[in-house]
């Protein structure tokens, strides 16, 4: 069993940056890949973006260059770094581990282990 708990989220400006963080606690961290997802206001978490166990990298298309997944498996951390925020991205924001490896990485029905969100709002 994984626990997983977000912080970072907070009420930003366009334009703002933020990071989020990632702790988690339980299983072997460094043998997983880990994901972020967004939720707004429909029903679909949105992949955000995911780094694997071997540090490989995958972002939501279009936001390589805004969007930055890194890990820290000695502290067992997972981070998104956010910049130039948007109205857009006003969303919870979920870590996730990813346990079906059959499965996308950007498909959230490849994480098993899931946190309970934080949310990221962005005004305009």
């Known amino acids: 069993q994984v626990q997983l708990v977000e912080s970072g989220g907070a009420l930003v400006q366009t334009g703002d940056s933020l990071r989020l963080s990632c702790a988690a606690s339980g299983g072997n961290f460094g043998e997983y890949d880990m994901g972020w997802f967004r939720q707004g206001i429909g029903p679909e978490r949105e992949f955000v973006a995911a780094?694997?166990?071997?540090?490989?990298?995958y972002y939501l298309h279009g936001e390589e260059g805004r969007f930055t997944v890194s890990r820290d498996n000695a502290k067992s951390m997972v981070y998104l770094q956010m910049n130039s925020l948007r109205p857009e991205d006003t969303a919870v924001y979920y870590c996730?581990?990813?346990?079906?490896?059959?499965?996308?990485?950007?498909?959230?029905?490849?994480?098993?282990?899931w946190g309970q969100g934080t949310q990221v709002t962005v005004s305009s």
């Open positions: 996730a581990v990813r346990t079906i490896r059959h499965t996308t990485i950007r498909s959230p029905e490849a994480y098993v282990y």
């Open positions: 780094i694997s166990r071997g540090d490989m990298t």
